[in-house]
Nanobody
Framework: QVQLVESGGGLVQAGGSLRLSCAAS????????MYWYRQAPGKQRELVAV???????SYADSVKGRFTISRDNAKNTVYLQMNSLKPEDTAVYYC?????????????WGQGTQVTVSS
């Protein structure tokens, strides 16, 4: 089983930057796609960005040009660099990993990290 530990959230003023990290550990054969989602109060969880095992990326329209997802496969870690932050980016940010145990594919979620952007 894989455990995901997120870090890097916090309080920042509008226009500022934060970098989130999500490190995977445990027993697995390989990690495939890794994702960042977010959930604001009273709203559904939404996909922010995804990165494939080969580095292919995709972003929600609301964050294109401001957020960058990357990964370090040697460290089994995915990052989310968030620039030009807006109050509407305030949410709990979750990472998710698709991993292969050697026999079965699984999805694993992190515990979430709070990002608050003040105006």
């Amino acid at each position: 089983q894989v455990q995901l530990v997120e870090s890097g959230g916090g309080l920042v003023q509008a226009g500022g930057s934060l970098r989130l990290s999500c490190a995977a550990s445990g027993r697995f054969f390989s990690i495939n796609a890794m994702y960042w989602y977010r959930q604001a109060p009273g709203k559904q969880r939404e996909l922010v960005a995804v990165i494939g095992s080969g580095g292919t990326t995709s972003y929600a329209d609301s964050v294109k040009g401001r957020f960058t997802i990357s990964r370090d496969n040697a460290k089994n870690t995915v990052y989310l660099q968030m620039n030009s932050l807006k109050p509407e980016d305030t949410a709990v940010y979750y990472c998710k990993a698709e991993y292969y145990s050697g026999t079965v594919d699984y999805n694993q979620w992190g515990q979430g990290t709070q990002v608050t952007v003040s105006s």
